[in-house]
């Protein structure tokens, strides 16, 4: 009878362990947060679809990946193009472990909870509605500063929107405002991103984190007339130099120049970007249905890549799943590999003045001629910013299309 006994609370016991160990995630909507400079919480929310499915969610942005992997209590969730992943181990209704980027070395704390309790956690009313325009002037670590334009709707105490800069925009912030505090934040497994900020009527003085690596202050002012430099004004043809060109390998390391016959009487889009770039996916989600629509009327596209990865094996591979994830039909091309440094970008393009941002968007028409070099990308974030830009851009190579 007491082994009888012994057995049935071994029994028990292995059923106990059973239910706090479980071998997936749970399905339901997620609340994380992430450990950033300072020790300040950077919140996100994900929703498990299924255990083979999680879908992150940043305001109208949604990221659905698939690539999730189990050992024993562990799971392993990896971000679709982005080399980041979440590490975590699982009990009940909870994840506990790390964000990792390991080209970069580096790992963020990071927790989360099955719960419906929202992004951020609103503990009194607003008394501050955020919404329009705002100049900004960010200052960095060493002092210097550069500007940039706030983009704010706010509806109760939720608040969507985004920075603009000069080289492109910080993509889907969301937030709340808790009386003269604002808080954003986004996560996408190349951003983790806090924004808090101190309103005073048309005043704001805030802090901005990235990760747990980086910090810097910002002010603002409500100002509905600012505007950005222009974006087709910053990068150009040094003097001496009358044309643009390129010669790199492709992820197989074949060779592949603009003196190519594929290129031949082609209207030509050259893309500088990186495959850890935010502004650079959505510009080539852009360019890739854009591709579709145009290649038969005489457009050719391709993207010269700077990858930070240190290996040529790892830069191609990161090559082939940016291609594979978004179904890109144009080449991709590894200009340079172990550093995005912009001064070493310039160096493989010598006729431009400088490499100032990651995209760069080079259009040269049927003669390989520049017409027209647009620096930095503002996504879909942007809104009306974002609209104007597709519209302009459709006509601007419709137009080239049509020359003989």
């Known amino acids: 009878m007491k082994t009888f006994y012994k057995l049935s609370f071994v029994a028990l016991l292995c059923m106990s362990c059973t239910s706090q160990t479980p071998s997936s995630l749970s399905p339901g909507r997620y609340r994380a947060e992430l450990t950033v400079k300072d020790g300040q919480i950077l919140p996100f929310i994900f929703e498990v679809n299924t255990p083979q499915s999680v879908t992150f969610i940043n305001g109208e942005e949604k990221i659905t990946t698939t690539e999730i992997s189990y050992h024993n209590d562990t799971v392993r969730i990896q971000l679709p193009v982005f080399e980041g992943y979440l590490k975590a181990t699982m009990t009940e209704d909870h994840l506990e472990g790390h964000f990792v980027t390991e080209g970069k070395e580096r790992q963020q704390a990071f927790k989360a909870e099955r719960t419906d309790e929202p992004r951020f956690k609103v503990e009194e009313k607003p008394l501050v509605d955020v919404s329009g325009v705002w100049e900004v002037k960010f200052t960095d670590p060493d002092g210097e500063t550069y500007p940039a334009m706030g983009i704010f709707e706010q509806k109760g105490v939720i608040v969507n929107g985004t920075f603009r800069t000069n080289t492109g925009d910080y993509r889907f912030l ?9 808080e954003l934040s986004v996560f996408d497994a190349a951003h983790a991103f806090l924004f808090q900020a101190s309103v005073r009527e048309d005043q704001m003085v805030g802090v901005f984190y990235s990760g747990d690596h980086y910090k810097e202050t910002f002010i603002a002012h409500r100002n509905a007339d600012f505007n950005l430099e222009d974006p087709e004004k910053l990068t150009y043809l040094k003097e001496g130099f009358d044309q643009f060109g390129f010669a790199f390998p492709d992820s197989q390391g074949k060779m592949v120049s603009l003196e190519d016959e594929r290129f031949n009487n082609k209207v030509v889009i050259v893309q500088l970007m990186g495959t850890w770039c935010p502004n650079c996916l959505d510009e080539s989600k852009f360019l890739t249905s854009f591709y579709e629509s145009y290649r038969s009327k005489g457009l050719e596209i391709v993207a010269l890549t700077f990858e930070y990865v240190k290996t040529v094996e790892k830069a191609n591979a990161n090559l082939d799943r940016l291609k594979a994830n978004l179904n890109i039909a144009y080449p991709l091309l590894l200009a340079q590999y172990g550093s995005t440094d912009k001064d070493l970008a310039q160096e493989k393009l010598p006729m431009l003045n400088k490499v100032w941002s990651y995209p760069t968007t080079i259009i040269l028409d049927r003669n ?36 003989n």
């Open 174 to 182: 969301e937030g709340a405002v808790k009386g003269n505090l604002l």
């Open 368 to 403: 390989h001629q520049v017409k027209k070099i647009h620096t930095g990308y503002n996504g879909p974030a942007t809104g009306q910013v974002y609209t104007d830009f597709v519209e302009e851009f459709t006509a601007f190579i419709d137009t080239l299309l049509a020359e």
